[in-house]
């Protein structure tokens, strides 16, 4: 189990659980957030090993928050790599532009840019997959037939056919609701009925990855060729392992930009020879590049995530980030409803919130690739003057390279309230964004980061001793509550005095000048003012002195003790881990 996670028994069946069609890293994220927070899964995967060959190759700092969430974090950042950024060269390799990323931790806890080799990422989470009590993972299981009786979760449990490798029959398998995680081409899409729209870009690459018996002379993040005659991108993946992609153009195919000639002349810019010696070709393979955007995100109680929901060209490395911020936003949410902690209402809001993510990055992409590749139309040439001179631009640059995910306009969120002044609200507590995640320090531990302290819960932070009511409303609804204390004056990241590290019923932080304190900080310099964190981390409502912070959601009458009464296992109080 994670030790950053509650544990949880098996329950004596699995109706009240979730069915999870595939166990690529969206499906396997899915269904460790979901049996983290106690929900038995049936994960089902039609293959009957783990793919082989490389695929995604980059993740942001947001989603390696998602990957301590399950338990892996520290395992990808063993096997991966930060790397320095992006790129832009003209036809002749020279920089036009260089969108740098720090290797150091950021605001979020991670480096912003972190290379890694897919199986390696697999593999982690499949062993976490496998050890789960919860989860009962099916290999050789190919959905074939979905039935979804109408009514609410507690009416007829849905059910899902596969056919098991080697079994001449059909099995049934029943859950409360079903999440196609089975990519490009969904099975579970094409049964629940929903179409894909096409957002307007096919493009067709070659991809071709290497290993190098000695390493290259290269810069160590990603460069992109902006030349519409061959549009080109080139990265280190992790040590020996290198990348390529060409741009293939029509009466172009794999064969012929794959001989030893055409790809020893294709890779010389970077190896510095015509030759291939000392250079493993380990994969090549053509890929056609789409827009693609599921009309909908669930029908009844299906729904989509990953590239059974969306397509995103790959020029911003976006591709696997938004499948698994499809999971971290869908799971708590399950769980919630569940659990009996929110109406089914709340499971809306995946589809309100991802979807126009999910149309905002890929326009994105599709903005950044038709830059870049000098797109495909007649006006690359001007356009390839025009990317020169926009780039020049520090606004348009920061705007190129940013893969921070767009704040959240509506969902589970509480418009901010007209009659809070801004000053009464910290600049960096905005509803909708990611709350940071700073080194925190509690009483004498050690420090840890701020997800540590949240381990996936719903929680308050406010600074300045919590009023009866906030208190009351944590453990009415379970909240965890954290005050946030500035550092012992003169003593820079020192934590509050031991003593002071645990109230009545919270807990009590302290940012010690990590890169993510302003947030935390800025919430100390505006008393009473409290801050309601969701499990996935977005700030859902900012309340003044004034008012308690309400949950956006609904919340069944008997999903809480009554106002006064003591919750018996509030589990607020917490302790710290490095």
Request: aromatic share 4%.
């Amino acid at each position: 189990m994670n030790d950053q996670h509650p544990s949880a028994e098996a329950p004596p069946g699995r109706d009240d659980g979730v069915i999870v069609a595939g166990a690529g890293p969206v499906g396997c994220t899915a269904a460790l957030l979901l049996a983290d927070l106690g929900v038995p899964v049936t994960l089902l995967e039609r293959h009957t090993k783990p793919h082989p060959l490389p695929r995604a190759v980059h993740l942001d700092d947001e989603v390696a928050r998602t990957l301590y969430r399950i338990g892996v974090s520290d395992d990808f950042l063993a096997r991966s790599r930060s790397c320095s950024g992006l790129r832009l060269l003209n036809a002749t390799h020279q920089v036009m532009a260089e969108f740098r990323r720090e290797h150091q931790a950021g605001v979020h806890g991670f480096p912003q840019a972190n290379m890694f080799h897919q199986p390696d990422l697999e593999q982690l989470l499949l062993a976490r997959v496998e050890q789960h009590p919860l989860i009962d993972f099916r290999r050789g299981a190919e959905v074939c037939g979905l039935d979804d009786p109408p009514g609410p979760v507690t009416g007829a449990p849905v059910q899902v056919r596969a056919c098991l490798d080697g079994e001449p029959t059909e099995q049934a398998f029943t859950g409360r609701y079903v999440l196609g995680c089975d990519g490009a081409n969904s099975t579970v899409r094409e049964l629940a009925g929903i179409t894909m729209d096409d957002l307007g870009f096919t493009e067709r690459w070659l991809v071709v990855d290497i290993r190098a018996d000695a390493p290259l002379d290269t810069w160590d993040g990603v460069e992109q060729v902006c030349d519409p005659a061959q549009a080109a991108t080139f990265m280190q993946v992790t040590g020996d392992r290198y990348r390529w992609e060409f741009q293939l153009h029509d009466g172009e195919d794999e064969a012929g930009m794959t001989t030893p000639d055409t790809l020893g002349r294709l890779l010389e810019p970077w190896t510095g020879c015509r030759d291939l010696d000392g250079l493993e070709i380990t994969r090549t393979a053509t890929y056609t590049f789409r827009a693609r955007l599921a009309s909908r995100f669930e029908a009844g109680r299906v729904f989509l995530l990953g590239d059974a929901a969306h397509l995103t060209p790959p020029f911003i490395g976006q591709g696997l980030a938004a499948g698994l911020r499809d999971a971290d936003n869908l799971a708590w949410k399950i769980a919630y409803v569940l659990s009996g902690q929110a109406g089914e209402d709340l499971l809306a809001s995946y589809e309100a919130e991802r979807r126009p993510h999910a149309r905002a990055m890929i326009k994105k992409a599709v903005r950044v690739g038709w830059a870049m590749t000098g797109g495909q139309d007649r006006a690359a040439a001007v356009r390839q003057i025009a990317l020169a001179a926009a780039v020049r631009s520090a606004r348009i640059r920061d705007a190129i390279a940013s893969t921070q995910t767009p704040r959240l306009k509506a969902g589970a969120l509480r418009p901010a309230p007209q009659r809070i002044l801004r000053r009464s609200r910290p600049r960096v507590a905005r509803i909708g964004g990611l709350i940071p995640n700073p080194l925190v320090s509690a009483g004498d531990g050690e420090p840890a980061r701020l997800d540590a302290v949240l381990r996936g819960r719903t929680a308050v932070l406010t600074s300045g001793p919590p009023s009866a009511g906030l208190v009351d409303l944590c453990r009415r609804h379970r909240l965890l509550l954290i005050q946030v204390s500035a550092p012992v004056a003169g003593v820079p990241g020192q934590a509050p005095a031991p003593g002071r590290g645990v109230g009545p019923g919270w807990v009590e932080v302290s940012p010690t000048g990590d890169s993510g304190t302003p947030a935390l900080r800025a919430l100390t310099a505006a008393p009473g003012v409290s801050v309601l964190v969701r499990p996935d981390r977005v700030i859902a409502d900012v309340a003044a002195p004034s008012r308690l912070p309400r949950l956006p959601w609904t919340v069944p009458a008997a999903a809480a003790p009554a106002p006064g009464r003591t919750n018996p296992n509030p589990s607020n109080v917490i302790k710290l881990t490095s």
